[in-house]
């Protein structure tokens, strides 16, 4: 277990709606990155946050959006869901320390 | 569970043997080289990196191997056991842990 837990673990929503995703970081982990993952590849970055604000984005639309809280807690929103967002999205944290990210065990969305 | 890679290049070894799954990466300028493993319903789980000033770096059971001449990582796994099957990912990065490029993921079957 890595300490990095997400919720929900599964999740279904209609296109056009809008969804929010959490995750806790590990102990000690002020930075947070989200990855989407879909079915077959590898994970494509999103975002990071460190210190509550955005510090490193994607190739990902405006729609979708993220929070770090200070307790390091991250969130991330995507509007307007479209069928294609449907995946696994992973939040990892690490420390600022160059230490290795460790890996939530994601969120399950099916976009219908 | 449900699989992570349906349409991913599948390597099938004996347990036992010493498996090696190869990876092409895309950036020279990148400075880490990571390699995950990621089990159905879980979420990547590290395995070993290498930093771009090195050719070749050994873990417990695994190997990493740099070949920036032509952009190419290799793992390579001794004795093969069961619990080793999952899909492997190689992930890149200018600074380690941030920002990962994932590749597309090899399938690793274990024949018992």
């Known amino acids: 277990e890595t300490g990095v837990t997400q919720s929900p673990t599964h999740l279904i929503k209609t296109r056009g709606q809008q969804v929010t995703l959490r995750c806790s970081s590990q102990?000690?982990?002020?930075?947070v990155s989200w990855y989407q993952q879909a079915l077959g590849q590898g994970p494509q970055f999103i975002f990071q946050?460190?210190?509550?604000?955005?510090?490193g984005r994607g190739n990902f639309p405006p729609r979708f959006s993220g929070l770090q809280f200070p307790n390091y807690s991250s969130e991330l929103n995507v509007n307007a869901l479209e069928l294609d967002d449907s995946a696994l999205y992973l939040c990892?944290?690490?420390?600022?320390?160059?230490?290795?990210?460790?890996f939530g065990q994601g969120t399950r969305l099916t976009v219908v | 569970g449900e699989s992570v890679g349906l349409h991913l290049p599948t390597l099938s070894v004996q347990e036992g043997d010493n498996s090696i799954i190869n990876c092409a990466y895309s950036?020279?300028?990148?400075?880490?080289f990571i390699w995950y493993k990621q089990e159905s319903g879980k979420g990547p789980q590290f395995i070993i990196d290498?930093?771009?000033?090195?050719d070749k770096r050994q873990g417990q059971r695994v190997t990493v191997l740099l070949n920036k001449t032509v952009k190419h990582l290799s793992l390579q796994i001794a004795a093969t056991q069961p619990g080793d099957s999952a899909v492997y990912f190689c992930?890149?990065?200018?600074?380690?842990?941030?920002?990962?490029?994932f590749g597309a993921g090899t399938i690793l079957r274990v024949k018992s």
């Open positions: 990892a944290s690490r420390s600022q320390m160059n230490t290795e990210a460790f």
């Open positions: 102990s000690g982990h002020n930075t």
């Open positions: 946050y460190y210190r509550e604000e955005e510090n």
């Open positions: 950036n020279s300028a990148s400075d880490y």
């Open positions: 290498i930093r771009s000033n090195m």
């Open positions: 992930a890149e990065a200018m600074e380690y842990g941030n920002k990962l490029v």
